[in-house]
Structure formats: structure tokens, C-alpha cells
């Protein structure tokens, strides 16, 4: 997109929403929709996440079903390749990160894919290098219905400014915590003021929502310790993406099973299935 609207981590589930990017080539325009992965729901978040999935999957014109080439396609991929079978629409299969990959595995791995079901295209990639992703573009382009654009030149997200200081927040706090830490917090932006002065001072007031009592002190650290950690990364990172300077005030809140509560996971973008 020329500007990261998705948080990375290593932990799986990081994506909770649909994320809307539009990316515009001299005769066309592409709008890519970031999805949650599909798995197993075991919280109503995770019901909402997966039907956020399901419902993007049937309302495009051309699915991309990104995969890492370093694993070999287990239960899951078939899982999710079955779902795929019912779609209208084209279906490209994604091999990213060949940048940890020798070529001539890249052959087999395909072949093993083919086997499971049809793909308009697969295209191995490294979203990490940039590698192949020209050609990922391209045979987007090949195959995307003609018509008028759907956004204007100028629009690069349908997410708001505060959504993306939230999941700045939430991607350092994955990134330093562990275990059950990540599967169950969530970033929630109490208040957000425009970047005044000069230089523009953004002030920003976050409250970190855990789900247990016990989690709390995790978050927070010996002495503030890992809650200061997490503040002074997401600032570095959000005075670029804003850029301008911040003032960040983070806090650290319980809220037993939030994920099971409707009016949290709506308040925090997760609208699920329509
Ligand atoms: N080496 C390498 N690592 C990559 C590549 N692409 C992604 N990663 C790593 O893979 C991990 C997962 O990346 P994400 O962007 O969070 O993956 P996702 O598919 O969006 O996953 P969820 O949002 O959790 O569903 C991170 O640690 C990335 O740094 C790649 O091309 N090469
Ligand atoms: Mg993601």
C-alpha cells in the first residue's frame, strides 16, 4: 500500500478486523482487504474474526489465500482450501516468505497444493524482501473485473486515525509479551486530541484491557518496567505514523471475559459476521 496499515507479530491471530487499503496503478485501482486467518473459535471474538474472514471471502472479486511456504500444508489448510471450493470467485494461492526457502523446494510444495484444490494462480513471494510481489500485482491486475474506481485518488483506508494508534499500541504488546498475554488483550484509545502547536503534539490516552486479574501485573512489569517498554516503542512508532510528536498514557485494565462480550469486541471494530 506504500504505508503499513496492518500490524505484524509472530503470534497468530494478530489480525481481528478487516483492514481496507486502496492501491491505485495508472489504469486501474486495486482495494485489498485485510483479513483475520481462519481457525478454530474457541471465544465469541474469535466467532466474529472468522466470520469477518468468511463474509470478505464471498463479497470479492479475486481471493488470495496466503500460506507460508515453510510449513507443509496441514489440517488447517485443507480446512480452509474446502471452504475456498464453494467461491465464485478466482483464488490465488500465496506462497510467502521464500525468502527462508531454497527454490528447489518450491516445486514440490506446489505440487502438493495443486493436489488439494484449484488455484487461478500460485505465486510464490516474499512480502518480507518484496520478491515476486510485482508479479503478485500484476496477475491481480490480469484477472480484476473492468469498471469505474471505487474510491477516490487520494483514499488510502477506511479505518480511522484512532484505530490505527490502537493497533500501534497493541503490536509493541505483542511483541514483548508471551504466553496467553496476546491471545487476550486488546488496545482500547479512551481519548484522542489532535496534533496541536508547532511542533503538533498528538496526545493519546490508552487503557490496555486484559482479562484476568493475574495479567495485570504482567503488562505492567517490576516497577513499571515492561508497561514503559511497551509506551516508549509504540511512541517511537506512532510519532512516524503521525508525524508528528506524542504524548502516550498507557494504563493497564481488567476486564473478565471481554472477548464474550458483545459490546466490548463492537466497540473495538469487531463487528463479525452482517
Ligand atoms: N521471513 C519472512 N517472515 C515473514 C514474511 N512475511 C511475514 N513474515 C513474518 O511472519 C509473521 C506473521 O506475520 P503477520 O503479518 O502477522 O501474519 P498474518 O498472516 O497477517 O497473521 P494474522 O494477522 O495473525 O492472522 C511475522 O513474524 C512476520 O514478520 C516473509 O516474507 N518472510
Ligand atoms: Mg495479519
Redesign the pocket.
Known sequence: MGAKL?I???K????RTRILGVRNYPDAQVVFLDT??IHRPLHRMNVRMVGTAIDTMRDVDLVGL?VDVTEPPGKGDRFVIDLLKDLKAPVFLIL??I??TKKSKLLPIMDRYSQMGTFAEIVPV????GDNVDRLERVILDRLPEGERLYPDDFLTDRPERFFAAEIVREKLLQFTRAEIPFSSAVVIDRFEEPVGDPPLLRLYCTIVVDRESQKPIVVGKGGEMIKRIGIAAREELEKFFEARVFLDLHVRVKSEWREDDGVLSELGMDGAK
Open positions: 496492518a505484524v507479530s509472530d497468530p491471530q494478530t489480525t483475520p486467518g496466503v510467502n516468505k525468502d527462508l516474499s512480502a518480507a524482501t
